[in-house]
């Protein structure tokens, strides 16, 4: 690892700071935002540049365009290049650069993929299998259950699951509310099913397992504090693998799927974007695609002149 000045230093521990108290950003992206950064002060460091105030648009496209030589994918650099964006626009932002150095830093287009979703059968395999196991594992599977039925009824992160409290489940209306990227705050419907999964892990399920470290969490773990995002991931590619010819997936595969078939449905966009917690609606066409596939799968299987 290349060592960086103490400008570089101070300068990301003051980032972090800003990600942290001011943005209120999740752990995982302060993480992600910080190891992007510090690849960039690393190569900024070889090139003379020891002082980020003195970062330069030529220096900027260098570091691209090395980590591309290296043969990072598309999606890499394209985040790389936002991560860089940003922190040379707070840096002008707060008077600790005399100019935005990436303020014309261009991202690399990266291909947008697909994403996988699970077919409306697969998904009622999916939760028929775990109801079925219901008998033999207790509350453990009352919880399992819940949480793959109120992620497949409102497609919210796996982050937004966990930090659930139990304040937060509204039955009068049946809305859950969320805290998403930077603390945004919304409510998401869901339906009979997610309701009565959630209910029985409530009064039947959680009684059992929680403690004095559980405090107001709805979903708990096996030592009765707060689940955590991997053991919710675990439960996710666990229980979907018990699916014939399902795709492996973990929450954010559900969070697919559900957008997927709420356009199915025919739900509209600025619906799904709503439900999703979508900054950009153009984050949100992405599944129109999916949607637009499955027509066209469609069309081809039943029209007579496919």
Same mark, same amino acid.
């Given at each position: 690892?290349?060592?960086?000045?103490?400008?570089?230093?101070?300068?990301?521990?003051? /980032?972090?700071?800003?990600? +942290?108290?001011?943005?209120?950003?999740?752990?995982?992206?302060?993480?992600?935002?910080?190891?992007?950064?510090?690849?960039?002060?690393?190569?900024?460091?070889?090139?003379?540049?020891?002082?980020?105030?003195?970062?330069?648009?030529?220096?900027?496209?260098? /570091?691209?365009?090395?980590?591309?030589?290296?043969?990072?994918? +598309?999606?890499?650099?394209?985040?790389?290049?936002?991560?860089?964006?940003?922190?040379?626009?707070?840096?002008?932002?707060?008077?600790?650069?005399?100019?935005?150095?990436?303020?014309?830093?261009?991202?690399?287009?990266?291909?947008?993929?697909?994403?996988?979703?699970?077919?409306?059968?697969?998904?009622?395999?999916?939760?028929?299998?775990?109801?079925?196991?219901?008998?033999?594992?207790?509350?453990?599977?009352?919880?399992?259950?819940?949480?793959?039925?109120?992620?497949?009824?409102?497609?919210?992160?796996?982050? &937004?699951?966990?930090?659930?409290?139990?304040?937060?489940?509204?039955?009068?209306?049946?809305?859950?509310?969320?805290?998403?990227?930077?603390?945004?705050?919304?409510?998401?419907?869901?339906?009979?099913?997610?309701?009565?999964?959630?209910?029985?892990?409530?009064?039947?399920?959680?009684?059992?397992?929680?403690?004095?470290?559980?405090?107001?969490?709805?979903?708990?773990?096996?030592?009765?504090?707060?689940?955590?995002?991997?053991?919710?991931?675990?439960?996710?590619?666990?229980?979907?693998?018990?699916?014939?010819?399902?795709?492996?997936?973990?929450?954010?595969?559900?969070?697919?799927?559900?957008?997927?078939?709420?356009? &199915?449905?025919? !739900?509209?966009?600025?619906?799904?974007?709503?439900?999703?917690?979508?900054?950009?609606?153009?984050?949100?066409?992405?599944?129109?695609?999916?949607?637009?596939?499955?027509?066209?799968? !469609?069309?081809?299987?039943?029209?007579? +002149?496919?």
């Amino acid at each position: 690892m290349t060592e960086i000045s103490e400008s570089w230093s101070k300068a990301l521990a003051d /980032y972090e700071h800003h990600l +942290r108290a001011e943005r209120d950003l999740s752990v995982h992206s302060v993480r992600a935002y910080l190891t992007d950064l510090r690849g960039l002060a690393e190569h900024a460091s070889k090139l003379g540049v020891d002082d980020p105030a003195q970062l330069t648009l030529r220096t900027l496209r260098s /570091y691209l365009a090395t980590m591309q030589a290296l043969g990072k994918a +598309r999606t890499t650099l394209a985040r790389r290049a936002t991560s860089a964006r940003v922190f040379t626009a707070w840096q002008a932002r707060s008077g600790r650069a005399p100019t935005d150095a990436g303020a014309l830093l261009a991202s690399p287009k990266s291909h947008r993929e697909l994403p996988v979703a699970l077919r409306q059968s697969e998904v009622r395999e999916l939760l028929d299998l775990t109801v079925a196991a219901l008998v033999g594992e207790g509350p453990t599977g009352l919880r399992d259950l819940a949480i793959l039925e109120l992620l497949y009824a409102t497609g919210i992160r796996v982050g &937004e699951l966990v930090g659930v409290d139990i304040d937060d489940i509204d039955r009068s209306r049946n809305v859950v509310r969320v805290f998403g990227k930077g603390r945004k705050e919304r409510s998401v419907p869901f339906g009979g099913p997610a309701a009565d999964a959630v209910d029985l892990w409530m009064t039947r399920g959680r009684p059992e397992v929680m403690t004095a470290d559980s405090g107001a969490a709805l979903f708990l773990g096996a030592r009765g504090g707060r689940i955590d995002p991997r053991a919710v991931r675990r439960i996710v590619h666990e229980r979907v693998a018990g699916v014939e010819g399902a795709p492996d997936m973990g929450p954010h595969g559900l969070r697919h799927t559900a957008a997927t078939h709420l356009l &199915e449905g025919g !739900a509209d966009l600025r619906s799904v974007q709503e439900i999703l917690g979508h900054a950009s609606l153009s984050t949100t066409q992405i599944y129109t695609h999916v949607s637009n596939e499955h027509l066209r799968k !469609a069309f081809r299987l039943a029209h007579p +002149r496919a």
